[in-house]
């Protein structure tokens, strides 16, 4: 029996070891998929920053969590900080605090548009066994007041990175790989103020 489990136990490891070096060193997927997957998330990302920014002091934290979903974990992200009477500088904040800061700004109410996304390059696989990738947008961001007036409005081109997690999930006693898409780091390549 010790034996049947040992060839059992053998033949599965290396089953799993051909599974894991049979995954491609770059990734090619449909655009469709990642443009609907990008603006679901772009979408969420809308949403939980408009929450914070209306400061429902109550939900802060839970809101903070549910945007960190976005991410695969803590990345960086580049902002844009102008002061009044002073040009706009670029800052580097971790994700976690840029979204804590959100919640502090002056504003009531913002509108975000997310659009052109464009694909910079391959989707390679990393070490981790995750495929990283570099897409461009435009952001627009608006700002108002409590009565409804614009306060602040930029336009800035970002890049970021995507990060592409596959998995197996078994269904139907089918063996199917599936790809979640998270973002990573985000860069500033221009802004219009």
């Known amino acids: 029996m010790k034996l049947k489990l040992l060839v059992f136990f053998c033949l599965f490891a290396l089953g799993a070891s051909a599974q894991q070096e049979a995954k491609p060193a770059a990734l090619t997927l449909d655009k469709a998929f990642v443009d609907k997957i990008l603006n679901k998330k772009f979408n969420l990302l809308k949403e939980y920053i408009s929450i914070l920014v209306k400061k429902d002091r109550d939900n802060l934290e839970n809101v903070v969590n549910e945007a960190m979903k976005l991410w695969n974990n803590d990345n960086k992200f580049l902002v844009t900080i102008k002061n009044k009477g002073s040009a706009a500088k670029p800052i580097i904040k971790p994700v976690r605090p840029y979204f804590s800061t959100m919640g502090k700004l002056p504003y009531k109410n913002v509108d975000i548009t997310y659009r052109n996304y464009v694909y910079v390059g391959n989707i390679i696989k990393q ?11 435009q952001q627009e961001f608006v700002a108002f007041d409590a009565e409804g007036n614009p306060q602040y409005h930029d336009i800035i081109d970002r890049t970021f990175e995507i990060i592409v997690v596959v998995t197996d999930v078994i269904k139907d006693g089918q063996t199917k790989e599936t790809a979640e898409i998270f973002f990573g780091n985000m860069g500033v390549t221009d802004t219009r103020i």
């Open 127 to 137: 070490p981790d066994g995750t495929y990283k990738g570099v897409v461009t947008f």
